[in-house]
Structure formats: structure tokens, C-alpha cells
């Protein structure tokens, strides 16, 4: 069975870091690419970042380029995102996925508040 | 980036009627390996986001076959056969020919 779970969320001040993990089970990690996308409160799906199976593809929405960083580990199954720089409009639930988005993980609540 | 507009954004549906939800994109989907990458979620209350359909009509495991996908290049639409109770949520399409992945703005389904 495919898990994807996702850790590393909290309440964060403005201008603070957080990074998220994402650890991945019931599949080949690094036969895939994988995603983080994210959800603000009531609002719709919104892709932040994207990985290829070898790190060798790597691509980030204009709203995070230069603030968040998306990395892999194969040997540890295991996804992360590392932001920087966090904003109020960067509060969001967020979401790992797998491959074509047929899988995705429960979620991690960002909160940036002071 | 490639823009997904879903038509419409919400809907109210009596039971065992039927539901369509329009998706177009403002490039083809149709990728050169012949594939067209057109996915559609439904988001329950609650929960991430469900895959029913990928590559345009191809149902994911266990979901019902009242639930059908169709299109080609930029047109695709979602459609529900008889609405069921538990069919409410937000239903999103979503590209994937990018590696940046765009989604419609979501169709929001309740029942009457």
C-alpha cells in the first residue's frame, strides 16, 4: 500500500524558516518524481515545487522561487522542502504526491503569524 | 504556464441525476509519447484529494463506473452518471505534460 506522510508543519513567524519531510512507503521511490503542493484555507490546489526521481529536474512556482528549496533523499524514501523567507500568504496545508499526482499524502498545516 | 478553467464552479444535484463539469487548458494536453495528461480529483471535506480519472478517461482503482472522463487536446469533461450522496466535494482537473502542474479552480458539487 502507497503512504505518503508528511511532517514539519507548525505556526511559524513571518521571515522565520521551516522545512517539511515527506517519507514515502509501498513503492519504488526513486523510480518517480515528486511533487509538494500546497492548499490555503478555503482556497484551491496550488503547485509549489517538483522533483524528477533523480533530482536532475527541479522547478518551483513563481510564488516560492528563491524562498523554498526542494530536495530528495532515495536511500531514505524520503521528500523534503525546506522554506525560507515564510510569508502570511505562504499558509497552507501542504501536500505531497507521487509521480502523476496518483498518490497523495494527508498533509502538513503551515501556519506564518506573528 | 498552461491555465485550467473549469465550468461550472459549483452545482446542485439531485440524487441519482446526472452531473458534467467542464476543463478546458489554454495549450494541448497531448503529449508527443501519445499520451494526454488530463487528471480529475474530487476533494472530500476534510481530505486530500482523491484521484478518480487520469490521462483524460482512465478510471483509478476503485472508483465507480458511474464516474466518466472524455476530451482530447483541450477540451475534457467530467461526467457523473446518477449523483450519489457521497459524491459531494470539490472536484478539480489538473495538467501534468508540465512539470509544472496546473489545476482548475475547482467545481464544488452539492446535492439538493
Known amino acids: 500500500e502507497v503512504q505518503l506522510v508528511e511532517s514539519g508543519g507548525g505556526l511559524v513567524q513571518p521571515g522565520r524558516s521551516l522545512r517539511l519531510s515527506c517519507v514515502a512507503s509501498?513503492?519504488?521511490?526513486?523510480?518517480?518524481?515528486m511533487h509538494w503542493v500546497r492548499q490555503a484555507p478555503g482556497k484551491g490546489l496550488e503547485w509549489v515545487s517538483g522533483?524528477?526521481?533523480?533530482?536532475?529536474?527541479?522547478g518551483y512556482a513563481d510564488s516560492v522561487k528563491g524562498r523554498f528549496t526542494i530536495s530528495r533523499d532515495n536511500a531514505k524514501n524520503s521528500l523534503y522542502l525546506q522554506m525560507n523567507s515564510l510569508r502570511a500568504e505562504d499558509t497552507a496545508l501542504y501536500y505531497c504526491?507521487?509521480?502523476?499526482?496518483?498518490?497523495w499524502g494527508q498533509g502538513t498545516l503551515v501556519t506564518v503569524s506573528s | 504556464d498552461i491555465v485550467m478553467t473549469q465550468t461550472p464552479l459549483s452545482l446542485s444535484v439531485t440524487p441519482g441525476q446526472p452531473a458534467s463539469i467542464s476543463c478546458k487548458s489554454s495549450?494541448?494536453?497531448?503529449?508527443?509519447?501519445?499520451?494526454?495528461?488530463l487528471y480529475w480529483y474530487l476533494q472530500k471535506p476534510g481530505q486530500p484529494p482523491q484521484l478518480l480519472i487520469y490521462?483524460?478517461?482512465k478510471r483509478s482503482s476503485g472508483v465507480p463506473d458511474r464516474f466518466s472522463g472524455s476530451g482530447s487536446g483541450t477540451d475534457f469533461t467530467l461526467k457523473i452518471s446518477r449523483v450519489e450522496a457521497e459524491d459531494v466535494g470539490v472536484y478539480y482537473c489538473?495538467?501534468?505534460?508540465?512539470?509544472?502542474?496546473?489545476f482548475g479552480q475547482g467545481t464544488k458539487v452539492e446535492i439538493k
Open positions: 504526491a507521487k509521480g502523476l499526482g496518483d498518490y
Open positions: 522533483i524528477s526521481w533523480s533530482s536532475g529536474r527541479i
Open positions: 490521462e483524460v478517461s
Open positions: 509501498g513503492f519504488t521511490f526513486d523510480d518517480y518524481a
Open positions: 489538473m495538467q501534468s505534460i508540465q512539470f509544472l502542474w496546473t
Open positions: 495549450q494541448s494536453l497531448l503529449h508527443s509519447d501519445g499520451k494526454t495528461y
